[in-house]
């Protein structure tokens, strides 16, 4: 396990926004003003105090924060090996880890003076917890959703739409999360006055990486008081599932000083990485620029971007956060890959021993653990992310059944 | 001497303001893009800015994006938009031509050799969309040994700070982004443009070409009485589009369109 003598902790990214080679700004003009403007307020409210108090309350009382630090006890010792914790993500307002985000970006918004709300979403988790909060604090909701994503995920689309939010298909190139993206981008170029766009994940153009990060980091302070409490220990390895990457920052990030924890970040392999057919841009991609920042992607030779698949809508991304880019190159953190079938085990896993139906997109940092676990000791502790609970996901995995609810 | 320098020189001794039509190159077939420059030159084109498709093209309307995804189905790389410049070349030594994109076909084939590449094709200047000057260090420097000029877009939002910054980083003309939003939308308002315009042009001495929402004769012709060059992308994309299987009536088309906007402009 490879570890930095420097402190990592508060040193990245740059002032422009650079995780060494990584990150960054790469938008068109009209974009580079509105960033300015977000990050004053941003680094101007992120040290206010009536700010963080708001933000505070709000993480107690509407996200139900902190989450639950779980010891799953019947699935370690049926995996004979490391004793695994859960943090239990799953059990905030609206089902997984994108609210604490959503939350703070929100504030901000109005802080900013900004009505309305623009979002992305893949697996519609963010999307739910954008218009949740817009709904909450009575601001105009836009999401933009692939059209593949909105057949697998009908759910969470009606959720949307009860909360008062538009969901707006995307029918353009691959259909799902990047392109999301790209509409919500041109969006935000053309409503730049009142707009204020939610990115729910640690990518896009600074400062969406550093402040997705740091209002997600709260899971990682949370788990990291926790795991010793509980456990009397820290633990020997942090296991969380990376798409765009914003649970696993979350939960890395108060850790990447502790050398001794070694930390794991799983990335979507779908049918394997052999296949082609996957969203493992750490694993099997190579550096670029898209959507804003430069970071790893899934690309062909010519720099175009190519189509990424996994079970989960949510990892179904061809990039990911510039940090984690950083800490692959750093050595600070092993990124790994879990297919298709090996995220479905640990889902049914989970669900029979210990009566938690994860997400998918969690259930690929289960199954990572699962492998893991047996190969340490009865004494030492995994910490996984549960990051989101499997209710959308109960059409997917039905249909994989030949069942129809 | 640049080809662009060269063409603006000359137009402001006769009096004209220069006239720039965009297509993607590679839209809707490969062998149509090269007869389809020539005819626009030949319908009063002044330069010709040559759109090399990206899957992600963020900063582009429907109209453009569609041009992207046809081009991609033949699966048009930047080599070869490099290589239709080369074949152009052959007919015509002087109208300049300008690559528009983004970043991230240039990043995987290098900067520098990039560069090289395209001043041995015969490119006069690259627009990269999501580029701005803070992070164009490496790649200014790469243009810079070749000549080749790098355009940069300003845009309704840029403040003074801004447009220093990026004038002082282009070279050739700099292009003022008429609208807040995306390639084709539909509201320019004419008299702020005119006041973005004379703004820029207490900052800069490059001459300054105005895109985004020009769309019809009309239009180009109140732009060219403030601005030194018109424009104009979606509006002609529209065209191919609307004959894409029938490569003779898209050129008339756009050869149309352009002899008009020509005839306005003076």
Not at chain 1, 325 to 333: F, P
Not at chain 1, 355 to 373: D, F, M, Q, T, V
Not at chain 2, 52 to 70: H, K, N, Y
Request: aromatic fraction near 6%; proline fraction near 5%; charge should be negative.
């Amino acid at each position: 396990m490879a570890t930095k003598v420097d402190p990592i902790i508060g040193s990245l990214p740059d002032a422009q926004g650079h995780f060494g080679p990584y990150g960054g700004l790469f938008v068109p003009e009209t974009l580079m003003g509105p960033l300015a403007e977000l990050r004053e307020a941003y680094e101007r409210y992120m040290v206010d105090e009536t700010f963080i108090a708001e933000l505070e309350a709000d993480l107690a009382n509407y996200v139900g924060r902190p989450s639950a630090l779980y010891h799953a006890e019947r699935w370690s010792r049926e995996l004979g090996g490391a004793q695994i914790y859960l943090k239990r993500e799953d059990l905030n307002h609206t089902g997984a880890h994108k609210i604490n985000n959503t939350i703070g970006q929100a504030l901000l918004a109005k802080r900013m003076g900004k009505t309305r709300i623009i979002a992305e979403t893949g697996a519609g988790q963010h999307g739910v917890a954008t218009a949740t909060v817009a709904a909450r604090l009575g601001l105009e909701c836009v999401v933009y959703m692939g059209e593949v994503d909105i057949a697998r995920q009908e759910a969470n689309v009606y959720r949307m739409r009860l909360l008062g939010a538009e969901v707006r298909p995307v029918s353009s190139g691959s259909k799902t999360l990047k392109d999301a993206l790209n509409e919500a981008m041109r969006d935000w170029v053309t409503h730049i006055d009142n707009t204020f766009y939610i990115i729910g994940t640690v990518a896009g153009p600074h400062p969406y990486p550093v402040m997705v990060r740091d209002f997600q980091a709260v899971i990682g302070r949370e788990a990291r008081e926790q795991i010793q409490q509980q456990a009397g220990k820290m633990p020997d390895a942090l296991v969380a599932c990376v798409g765009g990457g914003s649970n696993a920052i979350g939960l890395f990030y108060p850790f990447l000083d502790d050398k001794d924890v070694a930390i794991y970040g799983v990335e979507a392999a779908g049918d394997g990485l052999e296949s082609g057919r996957h969203a493992a841009p750490l694993c099997a991609g190579r550096p670029g620029v898209l959507h804003g920042n430069r970071t790893y992607l899934m690309e062909d030779d010519n720099g175009q971007i190519i189509e990424t698949h996994s079970i989960s809508a949510g990892l179904d991304y061809p990039g990911v956060g510039p940090e984690h880019a950083w800490l692959k190159d750093a050595g600070r953190v092993n990124y790994v890959a879990i297919d298709d079938q090996e995220a479905l085990s640990a889902f049914h896993a989970l669900t029979k021993i210990e009566g938690i139906i994860p997400a998918l997109e969690s259930s690929h940092a289960l199954a990572y653990a699962a492998k893991l676990a047996p190969t340490m000791d009865k004494k030492q502790v995994i910490l996984v992310n549960l990051s989101g609970r499997g209710d959308k996901d109960m059409h997917t995995v039905a249909a994989i059944e030949g069942l129809k609810l | 001497m640049n080809r662009i320098n060269v063409r603006f020189d000359k137009l402001k001794e006769i009096g004209r303001k220069a006239l720039i039509p965009y297509v993607t190159a590679g839209d809707p077939t490969p062998q149509t893009t090269v007869p389809l420059m020539h005819a626009m030159v030949g319908a009063g084109a002044n330069i010709i800015e040559l759109g090399v498709p990206f899957s992600d093209p963020m900063a582009d309307g429907p109209v453009i994006q569609r041009a992207s995804e046809r081009a991609l189905k033949h699966n048009i790389s930047l080599r070869d938009v490099l290589s239709m410049v080369t074949t152009f070349r052959k007919m015509d030594d002087i109208t300049p031509v300008v690559l528009m994109g983004y970043l991230n076909p240039i990043e995987i084939m290098g900067y520098e050799c990039f560069a090289e590449q395209a001043k041995q094709a015969g490119v006069d200047g690259v627009l990269i969309v999501d580029i701005p000057p803070e992070e164009a260090t490496d790649l200014l420097a790469a243009l810079q040994k070749v000549e080749v000029y790098p355009i940069f877009l300003l845009a309704p939002t840029s403040t003074p700070e801004r447009i220093k910054l990026i004038c002082d980083a282009a070279n050739g003309f700099v292009y003022y982004v008429a609208i807040k939003g995306v390639t084709g939308a539909s509201h320019l308002d004419i008299s702020e443009v005119a006041a973005k315009v004379a703004e820029i042009r207490q900052v800069t001495d490059l001459p300054i070409g105005v895109g985004f929402g020009i769309k019809d004769a009309e239009t180009a012709e109140q732009i060219s009485k403030v601005a030194d060059a018109v424009v104009v992308g979606s509006a002609l994309v529209s065209r191919i589009e609307a004959h894409a299987d029938e490569p003779q009536k898209a050129k008339n088309s756009v050869v149309e369109l352009l002899l008009s906007m020509r005839k306005a402009m003076g």
